[in-house]
Structure formats: C-alpha cells, structure tokens
C-alpha cells in the first residue's frame, strides 16, 4: 500500500477482549495506525508507551490510535494490561493487515535472514484515505512526530 491519495482496504482484527474492530469502523476520525514486531520487547514496549503517553492529545485532535502485529489475541490483552495501553492493539495472526499495508519485508538478525513487521506508522484521513506513512521508523520522537501530524481538531 503506497500513495498518499490510496483508498484504504476493508480490514477485521481481533482484539485482546475478543471483540472484532474493522478499520472502515474509524471513518469520520483520523487513525494512527502503527505497526510492531512483538509484544513485550524493549522497543515495542517503548512505542507502545510513547502513543499509550500522548493518546490523551491523540483524541484531542480527533484522532484514533491502533496497534497491529502478529502476536495473538491473548499476548496483547497481557501486553495491554500490563502497559495500560488505551487503544486497541489487533492480532494480525494471519498477517492480512500487515500484507495490506506492506510491512512485511525480509530483515536480518545476527546474519540469519526472516520475514518480518518493518515497525511502520500510517495516519489515515477522516474520509478514508491514507494521508501519511512512516516505514522503518527510529521510536524516540516518533509518537510526537505522529501526533503533529493530526490536524487540530
């Protein structure tokens, strides 16, 4: 998914209370969507902490923040809870969302070569359409970044 004026696919996620979020559900708000790794490691906790502090300024600006990656329903109810994390996080176990945002690329960890989520962040315009995008993003300042991004409500 690349180009700004791109209409936006009908995605489902679960959520970590089992209820079922459908991005097209958000419409009528801007939608950070930000893309992680994995639960629970230093960097994606630090994210997570980063939106989780500046989500109050986040719905301040009429402005939805989610989570994706592709741990399961039950690690981000754990990862949620334990982080007080006020948005939703989608288990993207089959990996649909990350597939349609493109965030799956080949990456290396100590020489060995993988598929995994390039940590990327997507803000979507109230109509729909993707208004910005970060990919391979660095997290210090990256919230903030985001967040002034948002128009003012």
């Known amino acids: 998914m690349t180009g700004k004026s791109m209409k ?22 801007w939608v950070v969507v ?8 230093p960097g994606c906790t630090n994210e ?12 301040a600006r009429n402005a939805e923040v989610v989570g994706v990656s ?10 949620a809870k334990k982080h007080e994390l006020p948005f939703p ?8 969302w990350c597939r349609a945002f493109d ?8 020489g060995k070569r993988y598929l995994g989520v ?5 803000l979507i315009d109230p109509r729909g359409k993707l208004a910005a995008e970060w990919r391979g993003i660095k997290i210090p ?13």
């Open 89 to 96: 996080l989608v288990s993207d176990a089959d990996e649909t």
């Open 103 to 110: 965030v799956i690329h080949e990456k290396v960890l100590y």
């Open 34 to 41: 930000f893309f992680y790794p994995k639960d629970n490691t």
């Open 48 to 59: 997570a902490r980063d939106f989780r502090d500046l989500y109050a300024a986040f719905k």
């Open 8 to 29: 936006l696919p009908k995605l489902e996620g679960t959520l970590g209370d089992g209820s079922t979020l459908s991005l097209s559900s958000l419409q009528g708000q």
């Open 141 to 153: 300042g990256h919230a903030q970044a985001v967040l002034e991004s948002v128009p003012a409500a």
């Open 118 to 122: 390039v940590r990327s962040t997507f």
């Open 70 to 79: 592709r741990d399961s329903v039950r690690s981000h109810a754990n990862f």
